[in-house]
Structure formats: C-alpha cells, structure tokens
Antibody, heavy 119, light 107 residues
C-alpha cells in the first residue's frame, strides 16, 4: 500500500525557514517523480514544485521560485521541501504527492502538514 | 504561466442529474489536462488525465473531453458520493496549474 507521510510543519515567523519531509513507502520511490501541492485554509489547490525520479530536474511555481527548494533522498525514500524567506501567504497545508508513470499526475497524496506563517 | 479558469464556481444539483464543469486554459495545452475530486477534510483524488482517460477505479459515470484550451468534466448521473469540489489541472508545460475549483452541492 502506497503511503506518504509528511512532517515538519508548524508555526513559523515571517522571513524564517522551514524544511518539510515526506516519508514514502509501499512503492519503489526512486522510480517515480514526486511533487508538493499546497492548499491555503478554505482555498483551492496550488501546485508548488515537482522533481524527477532521480532528482536531476525540478520545477517550481513562480510564487515560490528562488525561495523554495525541492530535493529527494532515494536511499531513504524521502522527499523534502526547503522553504526560506517564508511569507504569510505561504500559510497552507502542504501535501506530498506521487506522480504516476502512466497518468503523469498526482495519483497518491499524503495527508498533509500545516505550515502557519505568522508573527 | 498558463492560467486555468473553471466555471461555474458553484453548481447546485440533485441526485441523478447530469452535470458538466468547464475548464479553460489561457493557451493551448493539447490534451495535458487532469481532473481531481476533493471532499471536505480529505485529500484530492485523481479522476482523469490526458483530458479523457479515466484513472483506475473511477466510476464510468465520469467522463472528460476537450483539447487545446477548452475542456469539460461530465458526470452522467450524479450520485450522493459525488458532491465535492472538482479541480482541473494542466500539465502540458513544465509547470502545473490548478483551476480555482468547482463546488458541486446538493440542490
């Protein structure tokens, strides 16, 4: 069974940094591209970043480009999101999601971790 | 960046109704469109990709069509389990963009 478990969220002050992790199990992690999607309270879904299976290629939404860095450790089946210079508008539930080989879309999602940026 | 616009934002319908949600892209995305369903307090679920290919396990009452800039998601006969918020998402470009969502509520 595919499982994705995010951690690292919490209350953080503006301009500070936070690192999210996503522990994956139930599939061969190194075979799949992965991504992060966020959802502000009561709002819609926003794609944040995606990374290729070997970590060699990464893409970012304009809203986080230059501040967030996605990475992965295939030896530990773990996905990361380093978030720097956080802003109030980054407040959201951050979901880790697996990208299907055939669908090329987010076919499995974690339950999310809440990041609250507030002074 | 490619912008995705869904309509309507909210749709009131009854069980058994045929409902259609429209998604428009700001530029051509060929068939690079997916649809997701999200229920309150739950994670999103992939329904469809490549505009019209049903994800495994998704009921056949769901169908998708379109290419280029205009796409539709149709539910042929709305069931109680289908009341949720639906999102389109383009994946044609290196980035991905979600629409703002369409909430399907009980009339």
């Amino acid at each position: 069974e595919v499982q994705l478990l995010e951690s690292g969220g919490g209350l953080i002050q503006p301009r500070e940094s936070l690192r999210l992790s996503c522990a994956a199990s139930g599939f061969t992690f190194s075979t799949y591209a992965m991504g992060w999607v966020r959802q502000a309270p009561g709002k819609g879904l926003e794609w944040v970043s995606s990374i290729s299976d070997n970590g060699g290629v990464a893409f970012y939404a304009d809203s986080v480009k230059g501040r967030f860095t996605i990475s992965r450790d295939n030896s530990k089946s773990t996905l990361f999101l380093q978030m720097n210079s956080l802003r109030a508008e980054d407040t959201a539930v951050y979901y880790c999601a697996k990208i299907g080989l055939i669908s090329s879309n987010f076919d499995y999602w974690g339950r999310g971790t809440l990041v609250t940026v507030s002074s | 960046d490619i912008q995705m616009t869904q309509s309507p934002s909210t749709l009131s319908a009854s069980v058994g109704d045929r409902v259609t949600i429209t998604c428009r892209a700001s530029q051509s995305i060929s068939s690079g469109l997916a649809w997701y369903q999200q229920k309150p307090g739950k994670v999103p679920k992939l329904l469809m990709y490549k505009a019209s290919t049903l994800e495994s396990g998704v009921p056949s009452r769901f169908s998708g069509s379109g290419s280029g800039t205009e796409f539709t998601l149709t539910v042929s006969s709305l069931q109680p389990d289908d009341f949720a918020t639906y999102y389109c998402q383009q994946y044609n470009s290196y980035s991905r963009t979600f629409g703002q969502g369409t909430k399907v509520e009980i009339k």
